[in-house]
């Protein structure tokens, strides 16, 4: 296929799964801000939100030091000069879309259309303002819907390959982001040990981390056993069957991109099956260890890096 | 000033034309809150679909961006199966001999030598593409897709007759919209097409596909099909896209393409891919940077050359402006008789070209009764519509074609047919035209009708969409 269409297709997934994280992110913000807690924690993990997204500097820039729900909402939500803001990655994911919009089912065209279209009305009526709960549940469903339409409606060709691996880098991207601020929040770094600083952060943090991910539930049936952070950081970087994991991210990358392989991919694929690897074959109490967010942070370069040689190999390819 | 009207559904006020008699038995009997019900549904479809196009330098109110809608109109267009059948004729007589003049021009010129077309007309038209002289293209055919715009005015008897308005052999659109309009109307009202025998349009995008294949470059059996859109930014963009999708080609931009060893390649995920046949919806003057505007981004630098060596077929025919100048119009039915030995079966409307000394006197006599166009200009652009104008434009535009009295042509003004329309205050009558898509590949063939375009604004003669036009679903009602 045109590598252009790929690329297209590629970061419309990407954009519409980077609106659904940061939708979860800040859903998860807002309802544990609901709960009693100290103004510092609060703080903190507005804060680390914008850290995820590496936007704090730009937020000050425009807002000012005071860091308030109501402002880190509204930079994340609605602001147009925000690139990682749900009404950017959404507009972005029309735009790839519509690029494209003949290479997607007319399903699928749709979907990501009507999507558009109804955001433009959310932010026009205030009606995220009264609401933000029910829009996070709406982008979030959007996206399960663009999701589904894709799977249950696409030619499993290469097109449907690159629109997947989108989705799964960015995911695995995602939340390695979300473990490093939350758990980098706990202390200097995470070394499985809980300190005193540790009992702070309560059963109210972890599950919400979870909840974040669609995790709690999940856990719940996995460990049946109190929440503890070394288990759920198990969870979420190690096992394949936690569908927002680390490992599963990289299992549907690896073999989307497999299928896909050209001449000049077989680099790319050799270290994305090495990064699958190393989480398949990892113990969490051995990347405790050495400390989470080293880990993480390794893991984050290895995964860009991935996105890079992907793009080389098939979306951008200088060719003569 | 009132001039004779020819309505397409109403022969007299109470009494309605025998071939819509069906349709407006059904259009009484339908609520009037019913149809408001099935406007707002077809906008709303229009919309999700993002059946939309771009207005130059246009904004929305909200400044969201400048994707608009074409207003669809709920009431077809109905033409009776055995007028279609002389123009279905009428039309590839003209776009036959159409194809013959532009080989003949690129050729031997004959015409010229026959004394029938003046050679400065062709030599000194900025549409005569030299680079296209003793260049042979597959089948001698290089209007694949004409779009020719008819419409249709009272004669001294009353009747209504067809005239051909011009011929739109560069890039003609609004093919999506003939499309999507049924593909509403069969949506909106499944059981109007229970009552009435409508001839089926929908296979246009086959009938495409087949035309392109049959004009590939004699190097392939299998050859490569794609359409080169300048973008979606384009106001036509999502026809490119919906043209490509519909036939299972790629749709690339001029990014997309590269010339290597006088052969055209399009950037695959599996490494270079030949093309053999490009639907190019881009101007001749952004084709080829190294022969043409060298600034432009949409074409691919080089693709000229393998075009004249018969490695890739361009769709349609580069130079085919040359015959579809609103100078060289008036000589169309002489063309007709020249390379064909017939009767012309459609109308021209008669021309003033203010080339001619007596013509020019009469255009600058009469112009508030006459539609002045500029030769070159196209979408409605550059034009006066004389008896819609006020003294003051009028006289502007006479220093106008004075200054420059070749660059213009002048046409009495046609009271072009009218068709209820849905508008504000209710049904009320307007003016409409009509542009069959002719395809010319191993045959010339189309499917039956076209797309109807209406002036919406009270009066106008102008039904571009550009300028405020909306379009109607057209039926061809077989016997």
């Not at chain 1, 995220?128 to 060709?157: I, N, Y």
């Not at chain 1, 993480?296 to 060719?319: C, K």
């Not at chain 2, 021309?351 to 200009?377: C, I, Q, S």
Request: net charge negative.
């Amino acid at each position: 296929m045109l590598s252009r269409t790929a690329d297209h297709l590629f970061w419309m997934s990407r954009y519409t799964e980077r609106a659904e994280n940061t939708a979860r992110m800040l859903d998860i913000n807002y309802q544990t801000s609901l709960l009693p807690q100290s103004a510092a924690v609060a703080q903190v993990g507005w804060e680390g939100l914008l850290v995820i997204s590496e936007l704090l500097p730009t937020y000050t820039a425009k807002y000012g030091k005071d860091i308030t729900p109501r402002n880190v909402m509204d930079f994340m939500v609605r602001d147009e000069s925000n690139p990682s803001s749900i009404c950017s990655c959404l507009r972005a994911a029309r735009e790839n879309a519509r690029a494209v919009r003949g290479a997607l089912t007319t399903e699928l065209w749709e979907t990501q259309n009507a999507t558009w279209l109804k955001l433009a009305g959310y932010l026009k009526t205030k009606e995220f303002e009264r609401d933000p709960g029910a829009f996070f549940e709406w982008v979030k469903h959007r996206s399960h819907l663009s999701r589904g339409v894709a799977v249950g409606t696409m030619l499993q060709d290469e097109a449907f390959h690159f629109y997947r691996m989108g989705s799964f880098l960015e995911r695995a991207d995602n939340t390695a982001r979300l473990l490093d601020v939350k758990f980098h929040a706990v202390q200097s770094d995470f070394f499985g040990a809980a300190s005193a600083q540790d009992q702070e952060y309560d059963f109210y943090h972890w599950s919400a981390i979870l909840r974040s991910v669609s995790g709690f539930e999940v856990y719940r049936k996995v460990y049946r056993d109190v929440i503890t952070p070394e288990r759920v950081a198990e969870l979420l970087i190690l096992r394949p069957d936690m569908p927002r994991s680390l490992a599963a991210s990289l299992n549907e990358v690896v073999s989307n991109l497999a299928v896909v392989a050209n001449d000049t991919s077989g680099e790319t694929l050799r270290r994305a099956g090495k990064l699958k690897a190393d989480l398949q074959y990892a113990r969490i109490d051995e990347i405790l260890s050495t400390g989470l967010h080293a880990f993480l942070t390794q893991f984050l370069d290895r995964v860009n890096e991935l996105g890079g040689r992907i793009s080389q190999d098939f979306l951008v390819p200088t060719v003569h | 000033m009132s001039r004779p009207m020819f309505d397409e559904m109403n022969a007299t006020p109470t009494e309605v034309r025998a071939h819509y008699e069906n349709y407006a038995r059904w259009l009484a009997q339908q609520p009037p809150e019913v149809m408001a019900a099935r406007r707002e549904e077809a906008e709303m479809i229009f919309r999700r679909v993002g059946i939309t196009f771009a207005v130059y330098g246009a904004k929305d109110e909200d400044g969201s961006g400048t994707e608009r809608l074409i207003p669809f109109d709920l009431i077809p267009r109905i033409i009776p199966a055995h007028e279609w059948r002389t123009m279905e004729e009428g039309l590839v007589q003209r776009v036959n001999a159409l194809n013959r003049f532009i080989h003949d021009v690129y050729h031997d010129q004959e015409i010229i030598k026959a004394g029938i077309v003046p050679a400065d007309q062709i030599f000194q038209n900025a549409q005569f593409r030299p680079e296209m002289m003793g260049v042979d293209v597959p089948g001698g055919v290089y209007s694949h897709i004409s779009g020719v715009d008819i419409v249709r005015a009272p004669n001294a008897q009353g009747e209504g007759e067809y005239y051909v308005l011009e011929d739109n052999l560069r890039v003609p659109s609004g093919v999506s919209y003939m499309l999507e309009d049924r593909k509403m109307m069969m949506r909106l009202f499944p059981d109007l097409f229970g009552q009435n025998r409508v001839a089926p349009v929908a296979h246009y995008p086959d009938l495409l596909l087949e035309t392109l294949r049959a004009v590939s470059p004699a190097t392939t059996a299998e050859p490569t099909v794609v359409v080169l859109t300048p973008g979606m930014y384009n106001s036509a963009y999502f026809e490119h896209a919906f043209l490509a999708q519909q036939m299972g080609v790629e749709l690339v931009e001029g990014q997309d393409l590269f010339v290597k060893d006088n052969f055209v390649y399009m950037r695959t995920t599996k490494g270079p891919k030949r093309v053999d046949v490009i639907y190019r919806r881009v101007d001749d003057d952004f084709l080829d940077p190294l022969v043409f505007r060298p600034t432009s981004t949409l074409g691919c630098a080089g693709l000229l050359g393998v075009y004249r060596s018969g490695n890739v077929t361009i769709c349609n025919a580069v130079g085919t402006g040359i015959a579809d100048d609103k100078s060289i119009y008036p000589y169309v039915p002489k063309m007709i008789e020249f390379y064909l030995g017939q009767k012309p079966i459609l109308n021209n409307v008669p021309t003033f070209m203010g080339r001619n000394p007596d013509d020019l006197k009469y255009m600058l006599d009469n112009m508030a009764e006459l539609v002045v166009k500029e030769v070159h200009g196209a979408g409605g652009y550059g034009m006066l519509v004389g008896p819609a104008s006020t003294k003051a434009e009028v006289e502007e535009f006479r220093a106008v074609v004075r200054a420059k009295p070749e660059g213009y042509i002048a046409q009495p003004t046609l009271s072009l047919s009218t068709c209820p329309t849905y508008v504000e205050s209710g049904v009320a009558p307007r003016h409409i035209d009509l542009r069959p898509f002719v395809l010319s590949g191993k045959e010339v063939q189309m499917v039956p009708g076209g797309l109807t375009r209406v002036a919406l604004k009270e009066g106008s003669l102008v039904v571009n969409s550009s300028q405020g036009g909306g379009t109607k679903d057209t039926w061809i009602l077989e016997d």
